[in-house]
């Protein structure tokens, strides 16, 4: 689940940019359509958000594996493009992370900054991002996503080569997040990506292997306002399936306001589930040191009549974007089980536990 989530926090990123600024935008509106592609990988501007998220684990000769995360969003502001270039109109934020065991927390780095001067952009052809000197680019010839992200405490350069077809999440691309038809975004995953990748880290350059899960969704919609956060899950299972499932939590104790999961085998169609037939239980929970909130980090998740289990990487994979996207949340690499047994490798994200999530 992409577009409600991450509306919230860029929405929350946007405004310290945006403070004095009045409301003159009228925000497209997420209606059912066919996507089409190549031009739908690339920016949607008219719409409030929109992001490019791509998940990972890398493995390396020797070494234990870690867990990366490269998320591009794109944020149309309140404020009508003006006559002066400096109009922040569209803003570009950028995050990177390395789950690394050994460390036992997160490496994190951070970018904001607005669309122009051809120092950043988001091309509307294809994917095709630049922060600066950070860059997340589709090759158009072989499907390949490229990323060179030169963080302040590591440097990550990546090829993601796609292995199945697109995954259009929802119904054939339009994902419903909330009772109302509004609260819905264009949502399609790449999963099962091949990645290579150098890490430069500590003053070694390690090459690394291993696989990802992209996500790509724009919307102008938040989510119910009854709504308090989430928890989502992308993982690439061994034998080739893909499942993502999700649930959006009401700020009433124990209710649910909207529950989805698709499951697609490596060849195979996909079968979308909601309501009841998507569960997630607490199995094990970690406590913050820095901000006392209590993180799930391991739960149990039954999708139709299968029933499957997170475990983390490490229980300290808290992510503070306060200093570009406002918000405090848990997003990990994670170990899929089924049956008490590895079935798989993805991510686990949680919001709404330090604070609910309000624009």
């Given at each position: ?121 988001a091309s509307t052809a294809d994917t095709d991002l630049r922060l600066d000197r950070w860059r997340f680019v589709r090759d158009a010839a072989s499907g390949e996503y490229r990323g060179t992200i030169p963080a302040r405490s590591f440097d990550l350069t990546l090829s993601a080569r796609p292995t199945q077809p697109l995954l259009l999440q929802g119904r054939d691309g339009f994902s419903q997040k909330g009772p109302q038809p509004t609260q819905a975004s264009h949502y399609y995953s790449q999963p099962q990506l091949a990645v290579r990748a150098t890490l430069r880290l ?158």
């Open positions: 689940m992409r577009i409600s989530r991450r509306a919230l926090l860029l929405a929350a990123g946007a405004a310290p940019l945006m403070r004095g600024a009045r409301a003159e935008v009228t925000y497209a509106t997420v209606t059912p359509r066919p996507l089409v592609f190549p031009r739908d990988h690339g920016a949607h501007p008219e719409y409030r958000t929109e992001w490019w998220y791509l998940t990972g684990w890398l493995e390396a000769r020797g070494e234990a594996p870690i867990g990366f995360q490269v998320t591009f969003f794109r944020v149309r502001t309140n404020r009508e493009p003006g006559p002066s270039r400096f109009s922040p109109a569209q803003l570009v934020i950028a995050h990177v992370a390395i789950a690394s065991p050994a460390r036992g927390a997160l490496l994190h780095d951070e970018r904001a900054q607005r669309i122009g001067f051809g120092l950043v952009e500590d003053g070694a350059t390690r090459e690394a292997g291993g696989i990802a899960w992209l996500d790509h969704e724009w919307s102008s919609s938040v989510l119910d306002a009854d709504a308090i956060g989430w928890d989502w899950i992308g993982m690439n299972l061994d034998d080739g399936s893909a499942l993502t499932a999700f649930q959006i939590r009401s700020a009433v104790a124990g209710r649910i306001v909207h529950r989805y999961a698709s499951l697609r085998p490596a060849g195979g169609p996909v079968r979308v589930y909601e309501g009841d037939a998507v569960r997630f239980e607490a199995v094990s929970t970690w406590r913050s040191p820095r901000t006392n909130a209590i993180y799930p980090v391991a739960q149990g998740i039954r999708v139709g009549d299968r029933m499957f289990e997170t475990r983390p990487l490490m229980n300290d994979q808290e992510l503070d974007s306060r200093a570009s996207t406002g918000s405090v949340y848990w997003e990990g690499a994670s170990t899929l089980l089924e049956g008490g047994r590895p079935a798989g490798r993805g991510y686990l994200e949680m919001t709404g536990y330090v604070a609910p999530m309000k624009l």
